[in-house]
């Protein structure tokens, strides 16, 4: 009785006591259903119509996953490689000793109204430069699709779907 609030609710809410008790129930739509809640489980009805009209397991994957995501991951990448602005640092590890490699560390294009010293782009040394573009991350997201249906969970490296036989596995619509 003493850890109750000294003052009422306010309007529109009512204190609920032994005299004034509301009881509810959520509508139908809102009810939940199952320990970990949400909706009644079934496909929505935007896809339920996709899988229907869609001719091939490509278009409901587009569906699902439209161009304009493959684009803005191309867009992305082509922006990681070729334009943002990067030093090159040495890495160590958590006991303090170098790493082999180095990292690199994102920097402004300007410090002080001068280009940043050391700054360079991840892409710089790479003797040829490719474009990504939506048909390659297209591409890209296919081979993870054939490499987890051909290997599931084995971890294989996908160097081996173009690598011919003993060392590889042959699969001639990958190469």
């Known amino acids: 009785k003493e850890m109750e609030p000294a003052r009422e ?20 739509a809102d009810s939940y259903y199952g320990a970990e809640g949400g909706p009644i489980a079934g496909p929505s009805a935007a896809i339920q ?19 304009t995501f493959f684009a803005k991951v191309a867009t992305f990448t ?8 990067v030093v090159v640092k040495e890495a160590f590890t958590v006991d303090g000793v ?20 050391g700054r360079r782009h991840r892409g710089d040394t790479e003797q040829v430069k490719f474009k990504a573009t939506q048909g390659f991350v297209l591409c890209w997201v296919g081979i993870l699709i054939l490499q987890g249906a051909h290997f599931g969970a084995d971890k ?3 160097r081996m779907l173009w690598r011919n036989p003993p060392h590889g596995i042959s699969i001639p619509y990958v190469r």
């Open 9 to 28: 609710v306010h309007n529109p809410w009512q204190e609920l006591t032994a005299e004034n008790n509301i009881k509810w129930s959520p509508s139908s």
């Open 98 to 117: 170098k790493k082999k490699r180095s990292i690199y560390k994102d920097v402004p294009a300007l410090t002080n109204r001068r280009a940043t010293p």
């Open 49 to 67: 119509a996709a899988a229907k009209r869609a001719e091939s397991l490509a278009c409901l994957f587009l569906f699902i996953v439209p161009l």
């Open 78 to 85: 082509n922006n990681y490689m070729y334009e943002h602005w």
């Open 156 to 158: 294989r490296s996908s």
